[in-house]
Nanobody
């Protein structure tokens, strides 16, 4: 499956953005989906994830209550609604798809990755 992330940009602290991840070339509804981010000089970290049926969602503690992950299987699209953004949220955000069982916050369990979209939050 190919993944294309979009929706990043420059926003002031306290602002909002919605990221999208369009999937093609596979059966989107079969994949667990996740969002990860990587800031300069830091390791890639888990942000949020959603099960194939949208029945379960998972969040990093740092984004709970501010970010919402969702998916539309009919449109083959994953979303990440981000609110109350802070400068520390600045990073390249990646979407990823997994078929393997196991915890959704394990980067190594994801089979496919998008190219990333830059989010910059100014103070």
């Amino acid at each position: 499956v190919q993944l294309q992330a979009s929706g990043g940009g420059l926003v002031q602290a306290g602002g909002s953005l919605r990221l999208s991840c369009a999937a093609s070339g596979g059966t989107f509804s079969r994949y667990g989906m996740g969002w990860f981010r990587q800031a300069p000089g830091k390791v890639r970290e888990f942000v949020a994830a959603i099960s194939w049926s949208s029945g379960s969602t998972y969040y990093a503690d740092s984004v709970k209550g501010r970010f919402t992950v969702s998916r539309d299987n009919a449109k083959n699209t994953l979303y990440l609604q981000m609110k109350s953004l802070q400068p520390e949220d600045s990073a390249v955000y990646y979407c990823a798809a997994k078929t393997m069982s196991g915890s959704y916050d394990y980067l190594s369990l994801y089979n496919y990755w998008g190219q990333g979209t830059q989010v910059t939050v100014s103070s």
